[in-house]
C-alpha cells in the first residue's frame, strides 16, 4: 500500500540554525500538508499546498517557514532559523482531493529538536 | 470556528472487553469527521471517516463510530480489545467552511491489559 514517508526520523539542531524537513507524499496525490505536534499538545494545522503553491496556513506559519516541492516527488518545510519553541513532531499529509470529506494520508513524522 | 474535545486522556481497558474513546466536536457547518490512529513509531493510520451519509460508520480492525448531531459527538467503540489496539487515538474534524485542513483532538492513549 502506498504511503507518505519522512526523512530524517528525528532531527537535532542548534538554535538559529536552519532545518529542512523531508517529505515524499503518495505519488497520485496533489494536496500536501503540514502539521506538528509540541509535546503533550494537540497536532497543529501549519500549512496546505496545491500547485505549487501554499493553499492555506495557519498563524503559526510565520516568516520563519517555508515550503517548497523541488522536484516531482519531495514536499520540503524549511525553518529558517530555529528556536528552542520550534522543537515538535512534524507531520507531513497529502490527499487525492482537497475536500474536507477526504481523507489525509500522515508520514510516520520527524522529531526535531531544538538545542 | 472548529474544535475538538476527547474526554479522556488516557483509556485502561482488559484484553477481550468493550472499548469506549469519547469525541465531542464544535463546528459551524455539516462536518467530516475522522479517527485516526498512532502506534509508536508509526504515522497516523485512518480508522474510519464520516462524512454525511451514514450516521453508523465501521472500520478497520473492528472499530466503528457514530455520529449524533444532537450530541455533537462521534464516539469510537469496539466489542472487544485486542492487544495491538494499545495506541494513541486521534478525533478530527474538517468543516467545509475552514477549507481544507484538519482540526485534532488533543488524543486519547489506549492501554490494553492482559
Known amino acids: 500500500e502506498p504511503e507518505v514517508t519522512q526523512t530524517p526520523s528525528h532531527q537535532v539542531t542548534q538554535m538559529g540554525q536552519e532545518v529542512i524537513l523531508r517529505c515524499v507524499p503518495i505519488s497520485n496525490h496533489l494536496y500536501f500538508y503540514w502539521y506538528r505536534q509540541i509535546l503533550g499538545q494537540k497536532v497543529e494545522f501549519l500549512v496546505s499546498f496545491y500547485n505549487n503553491e501554499i493553499s492555506e496556513k495557519s498563524e503559526i506559519f510565520d516568516d520563519q517557514f517555508s515550503v517548497e516541492r523541488p522536484d516531482g516527488s519531495n514536499f520540503t518545510l524549511k525553518i529558517r532559523s530555529t528556536k528552542l519553541e520550534d522543537s515538535a513532531m512534524y507531520f507531513c499529509?497529502?490527499?487525492?482531493?482537497?475536500?474536507?470529506?477526504?481523507?489525509?494520508?500522515f508520514g510516520p513524522g520527524t522529531r526535531l529538536t531544538v538545542t | 470556528a472548529q474544535s475538538v474535545t476527547q474526554l479522556d486522556s488516557h483509556v485502561s481497558v482488559s484484553e477481550g472487553t468493550p472499548v469506549l474513546l469519547r469525541c465531542n466536536y464544535s463546528?459551524?457547518?455539516?462536518?467530516?469527521l475522522f479517527w485516526y490512529v498512532q502506534h509508536p513509531n508509526k504515522g497516523l493510520q485512518l480508522l474510519l471517516k464520516y462524512t454525511s451519509a451514514a450516521t453508523l460508520v465501521k472500520g478497520i480492525n473492528g472499530f466503528e463510530a457514530e455520529f449524533k448531531k444532537s450530541e455533537t459527538s462521534f464516539h469510537l467503540t469496539k466489542p472487544s480489545a485486542h492487544m495491538s489496539d494499545a495506541a494513541e487515538y486521534f478525533c478530527?474534524?474538517?468543516?467545509?467552511?475552514?477549507?481544507?485542513?484538519?482540526?485534532f483532538g488533543p488524543g486519547t492513549r489506549l492501554s490494553v491489559l492482559p
Open positions: 463546528s459551524s457547518y455539516s462536518p467530516s
Open positions: 478530527v474534524v474538517s468543516d467545509r467552511g475552514y477549507g481544507q485542513n484538519f482540526v
Open positions: 499529509a497529502s490527499s487525492e482531493v482537497a475536500a474536507s470529506s477526504y481523507e489525509q494520508y
